[in-house]
């Protein structure tokens, strides 16, 4: 069996807007209707938890401009406020919000998400961004981002704050004193008087620990530093590393460097990312990727706007048809979708790298709901890895065509889980 979740990759923001299935977005953004009604239907198909991406920075890094951001539907609301309406929704699925430790005050993180476990009666899920952009640094108080390497130095030592602090509380110091004369056992709630390199915090939390007590936690990181941190701190990983052996060479990686840190590679489930294109004949399927494949092609600015943000240089500024430039060791961004990049560009021209870059799938999955289902359970097999992050577009017609056409197949041939056994989403997270 493996776990599905479902990647948000636009956070709480506009999906698809220009295409014929989007509803009514233009009206409706800010509005959870539709992912309350995402949520129903992942729950209803099984789905492990959905994830929301976050940025706080509306880009201007392309052309030195906002103007393709904002043409493009690229904001966001803030999604940990939404996370609380899902779960009122919802029983079962487990949410993962993001948050950038560079950012947020260790101690503000750890008693948001604790409230936020006991409001999602133990569904919740962070996940750990450093972040990349100097704008989002800036929109902090910074003056420029902090380099990469060191940003992930800290973003451990912000976990160790983080557990620290979630632990302030013993398990049982909330006491069942029937004569109500002690609320808390104090001897049970300790400061944690954390001094470290980048962090302080006294502690404890004035927050009762949530039915998680720790809620999951998440990571996406791909470089050396980023794995680390992945494979010290996290519950879930998640993947867009491309080709079954690649993703293969990815668990195996991560359950060395977990080995590593006394854990047990069990204890994280590595979901790789894809965007299934599913119809009612192959033939259909296989027009449709096509298709998509021609609108790509013809919008080579929003590859080079994404590209832009992503390694936090302005692609506006290279030849199109020139060999591609030397950009890894100019990048303070995403440092290992860089390297993908610079890889790419070996023996090809910017153009050519920005047209097949676009692409969000570690493999793929084309075809009707059971043949799709058939690839999925060929490449898990192959590559050991623990399940599938669907980062296709949220509109209803797509979350239906996973929820109520592949997901029923998955669970045919006993892929994916049929029923919840827990009450909390790490509990039902490792019960595989
Ligand atoms: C599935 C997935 C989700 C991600 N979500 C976010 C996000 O919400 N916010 C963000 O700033 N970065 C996000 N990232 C970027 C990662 O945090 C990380 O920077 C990236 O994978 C590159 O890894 P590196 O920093 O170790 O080089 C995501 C990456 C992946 C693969």
Known sequence: MFHMGWFLSTGFGVYDWKGPWS??????????????????????????????????????????????SLKNAVVRYDPLPLVSL?????????????????????????????????????????????????????????????????RYAMADEWMQVVSRLWESWEPDALGTDENRTVYVDHTRVHPIHYEGRFHRSRGPLNTLPGPQRRPVVCQA??????????????????????GVEAMRAYREDISARMVAHGRDPHDVKVLFLVDPILAESNAEAQAIAQRRREAAASDVEGALAGMSYVSGLDFSQFDLDAPFPEVLSRTNGHQSTVADYQKAGEDKTLREVA??????????????????????????EYAGGDGFLIASAVTRRNVSAIADGLAPELRRRDLIRSSYDYGTFRENLLSF
């Open 23 to 68: 509803g009514n977005i233009r009206a409706d953004i800010g509005n959870p209707e539709l992912f309350l009604e995402t949520a129903a239907a992942l729950e209803r198909a099984g789905f492990d938890y959905m994830m929301l991406e976050d940025s706080s920075v509306l880009p201007d890094i392309y052309q030195g401009s906002y103007a393709h």
């Open 86 to 150: 899902i779960a009122r929704h919802t029983e079962h699925i487990g949410v993962i919000a993001t948050m950038a430790t560079s950012f947020y005050p260790p101690f503000l993180a750890a008693r948001l998400m604790s409230s936020l476990d006991h409001l999602t009666h133990g569904r919740v899920g962070v996940n750990l961004v450093t972040a990349s952009p100097h704008a989002a640094a800036q929109n902090y108080g910074l003056d420029e981002h902090i380099e990469h390497d060191l």
């Open 221 to 242: 990181g791909g470089s050396p530093a980023g794995r680390e941190l992945a494979a010290e701190h996290a519950d879930t990983i998640v993947s867009a590393v491309v």
């Open 355 to 380: 047209l097949t870059r676009s692409v969000k799938d570690s493999i793929p999955l084309v075809g009707t709901p059971a043949s799709v289902a058939d690839q999925m359970a060929e490449a898990m």
